[in-house]
């Protein structure tokens, strides 16, 4: 008997997963045909936690173009240029189309630290700068009034934005201070816009307990139930928006080993003894389930 489960328990696990991943594909709303940013903290973070969204989006049938823009070099063990150079041969790894999408800032503002917080306007001020669309008004409609102003629509280089939660999976104060700075730069963007919808649409990962955190695979169905039951939830509501409230993403068996190759291939500086349990029993290495947040 002992044999027998043994046998069973690992191919009834198997199974629950390929089936699962084929139904998230197949039920869940898809982006297609956007200009997506992966915004980061350290080199790393792109693989460690948002490799099946990464994969999915990138995948060349979707027609996404996808970039990742890292706050940091990740330069606490001073190590900052080698990781620069693996985090470009994880994102060819993930599927990203080139080395040239992917980029590094490098600024004593946002240093590698587990305990600093990163200022949220000056993320804004970077997030602005590199994807807010720059001006063409003539020296004349400079002149406008802040009403005539008001009737622009914002305009930005992205589409989607996808980041950390407010509490950044890991708390990691990195982490957490990128979702106030994305918020910021959407708000700071649509003030006195009102009327407009925001240009871009910002996704989160949601964060989990401990004990979700470390259930691989076996998190799935329970990750796929919520989402369905709060989809259902908000059905009800008119949405003006033209995104789908909820993403979710569930690597099969070829998407997870790409993932864990991102890793230990790729980040090889980062591959310390208890990394190799994240990317053994990790969940978000296998699935991550996306919010999109509201800018008010």
């Known amino acids: 008997m002992q044999i027998y489960l043994a046998v069973i328990i690992p191919v009834l696990i198997l199974a629950c997963w390929l089936y699962t991943a084929h139904i998230a594909r197949a039920s869940f709303p898809r982006l297609c045909n956007k200009r997506i940013c992966l915004l980061i903290a ?15 989006l990138a995948d060349p049938q979707s027609g996404n ?47 590698d630290s587990m305990i600093t917080t990163w200022d949220a306007a000056k993320l804004a001020t970077v997030l602005s700068r590199t994807f807010q669309a ?9 002149q406008a009034s802040s009403s005539d102003k008001s009737d622009e629509a914002p305009t930005a280089m992205i589409d989607v934005l ?22 910021a730069w959407l708000r700071g963007m649509m003030k006195s816009k009102t009327g407009w919808e925001c240009p871009v649409a910002l996704y989160t990962l949601t964060s989990t307990n401990i004990l ?8 799935a169905p329970f990750t796929m139930l919520r989402c369905v039951l709060q989809s259902m939830a908000g ?22 080993r790409t993932a864990q190759r991102a890793m230990t291939q ?15 029993v990790g969940r978000y290495m296998v699935v991550n389930d996306l919010k999109r947040e509201r800018i008010i």
């Open 42 to 56: 350290h080199p790393d973070d792109e693989a460690m936690f948002f490799a099946p969204t990464v994969l999915a």
């Open 65 to 111: 173009h996808v970039k990742i823009l890292c706050l940091s070099s990740g330069d606490a063990d001073g190590l900052g240029h080698t990781r620069k150079i693996e985090l470009a041969q994880s994102a060819i790894l993930l599927g990203l189309r080139s080395e040239k999408d992917v980029l590094v800032i490098e600024d004593p503002a946002f240093p």
């Open 134 to 142: 720059s001006s063409t008004k003539t020296s004349s409609r400079k």
């Open 162 to 183: 996808i980041t950390f939660d407010r509490q950044g999976i890991s708390r990691h104060p990195n982490h957490i201070s990128l979702y106030h700075g994305a918020v």
């Open 212 to 219: 979700r955190k470390y259930a691989s695979v076996l998190d």
């Open 235 to 256: 059905a009800g509501a008119k949405e003006k928006e033209s995104m789908p409230k909820r993403l979710m993403y569930l690597s099969d068996v070829g998407a997870y």
């Open 266 to 280: 790729a980040h090889k500086s980062q591959m310390r003894w208890f990394r190799w349990g994240w990317i053994g």
